[in-house]
């Protein structure tokens, strides 16, 4: 919202309950309970629990005509970690081996396949480290395991790679620019390098191929702002674990000093028609 104020932008936040759709012979229309509602564009802000309710208002405000970041088949796809997975690979993205499981049979299969344990398990949709666990057998994790197998869901299952054989990065995309990056360390004792888990952080110089890398997956998945998150293996061999699309940016803008926001709203300002 500052950053908007700053470039002499209107903003405004809108939650999307306080938002009604309707849909008859004259068409598609959109109120809001208190106020007129006009937009000339919407950037999104939900996260990883963002519910069908949410995602129809997506759909319904690109139907109108407004430009919508990101869009709604972007979010669709990747809001699912496997599917991102999919969609990278297919795009010639290198990934990390991974295998996707629904019940203890093919997730024994899918284990036996990857090499066995450790292994990183994922649920299909997470943010900021939460839902993903390091497992190191599978008789002493069942009762966790049980809590996600079955319920037709599914579980991300992928080689785990130690901190101490890779490097992390959080690489912000706005448009076709990476625009900022920040190299993520994992607390002592925990595997995950996430800000949010109280991981370190510091400032790293975008080389041109993680640059080129980062914006080709942000593309391949339709998101026109996102938070790449990316390895680097001990060979030199970059990988993408996952794409964001509604990436937090703070903890980037204290790592490096540099105002992310700014770089946001001139691109989303940019669309208006």
């Known amino acids: 919202m500052e950053a908007a104020r700053a470039l002499n932008h209107e903003a405004s ?11 008859d012979d004259q068409g598609l229309s959109i109120d809001h309970l208190r106020k007129d509602f006009r937009a000339d ?29 990101n869009n709604y088949q972007s979010i669709l796809l990747a809001r699912n970690k496997f599917l991102s997975l999919q969609t990278l690979l297919k795009n ?12 203890w049979s093919n997730f024994e299969k899918a284990v036996a396949k990857l090499g066995g344990c450790p292994l990183v398990i994922k649920t299909p949709s997470t943010r900021q480290g ?10 002493k994790n069942r009762p966790l395991l049980n809590g996600f197998l079955g319920k037709g869901k599914g579980l991300l299952i992928q080689r785990f790679i130690p901190p101490d054989k890779r490097r992390d ?14 190299s993520l360390i994992p607390r002592k004792g925990d595997f995950r390098a996430n800000i949010h888990l ?12 993680m640059s080129e890398l980062a914006v080709r997956s942000a593309k391949a998945l339709g998101l026109a702002i996102s938070g790449v998150d990316m390895i680097e ?4 061999m970059l990988r993408i674990v996952d794409v964001n699309y509604a990436p937090g940016f703070k903890g980037l803008e204290r790592c490096t000093g540099k105002d992310v926001a700014i770089e946001i709203i001139k691109y989303v300002t940019s669309l208006k028609g």
Do not use: Q
Not at 130 to 139: C, H, K, T
């Open 233 to 236: 293996e001990e060979d030199g």
């Open 92 to 103: 010639g993205v290198s990934i990390p081996e991974s295998a996707y499981a629904s019940n």
């Open 198 to 209: 109280k991981g370190r952080a510091k400032e790293v110089h975008l080389t041109e191929a």
């Open 169 to 182: 990065f959080r690489i912000m995309v706005v448009g076709k620019r990476a625009v900022e990056a920040m």
């Open 41 to 69: 564009v919407i950037l999104t802000r939900l996260g990883a629990s963002i519910k069908e309710y949410g995602l129809t208002m997506i759909r319904h405000l690109e139907l109108l005509g407004i430009p919508v970041i």
């Open 13 to 23: 936040l809108v939650h999307p309950g306080r938002l009604f759709m309707g849909v």
């Open 130 to 139: 939460r839902g993903v666990f390091l497992i190191n057998g599978i008789e």
